[in-house]
């Protein structure tokens, strides 16, 4: 299934804000940036064909792409002069750059690569700087036997904040955490279908707009999922994740964990 990656707004809480700055997916986890930590996520397990819905920075992930070095993250053998590479990260990856508008909402964003879906029936979605390790093929065939027109991973609330139950007279009846309550928050990692394409209106947004009329009319599925989900809104949350990363904590990378090692061998030569 093709993958749209959101990755042109401007990240505004992640960025210092001088003219120049790298876009919010092109901050770095460990040696790679967030936008190659999620599409490594998607080609393991089989989606190799990436639409980027580019907008602000376009260029920093243009040149990370263009320039790539595959020796940054992969075993190798230099030999003579030339390189030898053990194992390899984008050699199958099919990528699409596409200039979606620099201030387009989402819902815009997702309306001007419809034409790269190729008439799709399924496809795959996802903002570009949150990590998980939750299980894609269940969520797939999930939604696929659903019916549905959408569906949307949903996570409990990350925010360290506490609910406070006031009663009448002001007294304080209970003090809960936020992550404690029945809630449910977006958590990207959408599946689609192009009916989506239905409820978006022109600038429209993807949730506010696409998957609200969905839901509506009960055609919108939740995915539930209590597991590792991290995103990287602020400066704090990316450093908390190359921290993890530098720890060796690093449950997105559900490569490493489901990947058997192989033995050396020659799979590509770069002068």
């Known amino acids: 299934m093709k993958v749209v990656l959101f990755c042109g707004g401007y990240g ?38 990436f639409i980027l819905c580019l907008g602000y920075g376009a260029e920093h992930i243009k040149d990370f792409f263009l320039n790539y070095r595959e020796t940054t993250s992969n075993d190798f053998v230099m030999r003579g002069g030339a390189v030898e590479l053990l194992s390899t990260d984008i050699a199958d990856w099919s990528i699409s750059f596409v200039q979606t ?25 996802n903002y570009a700087d949150v990590l998980t390790d939750a299980p894609l093929p269940e969520m797939i065939d999930r939604f696929a036997a659903s019916g549905a027109g959408a569906s949307m991973v949903v ?22 955490p936020v992550s404690d309550m029945p809630l449910w928050i977006n958590g990207g990692y959408f599946v689609l279908r192009q009916e989506i394409f239905d409820h978006i209106p022109p600038g429209g947004d993807l949730v506010a707009d696409g998957c609200t009329a969905l839901a509506k009319a009960g055609r919108l599925l939740a995915y539930p999922y209590r597991g590792f989900w991290k995103p990287t809104d602020t400066v704090k949350e990316r450093v908390a994740l190359n921290e993890a990363y530098a720890r060796g904590d690093r449950p997105w990378m559900v490569w490493e964990r489901d990947e058997p090692k192989n033995p050396r061998r020659l799979v590509r030569q770069v002068s």
Not at 13 to 40: E, F, N, T, Y
Not at 165 to 172: D, I, L
């Open 101 to 125: 508008g620099i201030d387009s909402p989402i819902g815009e964003r997702l309306r001007r690569v419809r034409e790269h879906l190729d008439g799709d029936e399924m496809f795959l979605a």
């Open 155 to 176: 996570v409990p609330p990350t925010d360290t904040f506490h609910c406070i139950e006031v009663g009448e007279n002001g007294s304080v009846g209970g003090i809960i």
């Open 12 to 49: 505004t809480r992640m960025r210092s804000g001088a003219p120049g700055d790298p876009p919010k997916p092109m901050q770095l986890v460990g040696p790679r940036p967030l936008i190659w930590h999620v599409m490594r996520y998607y080609a393991h397990y089989g989606h190799t064909e």
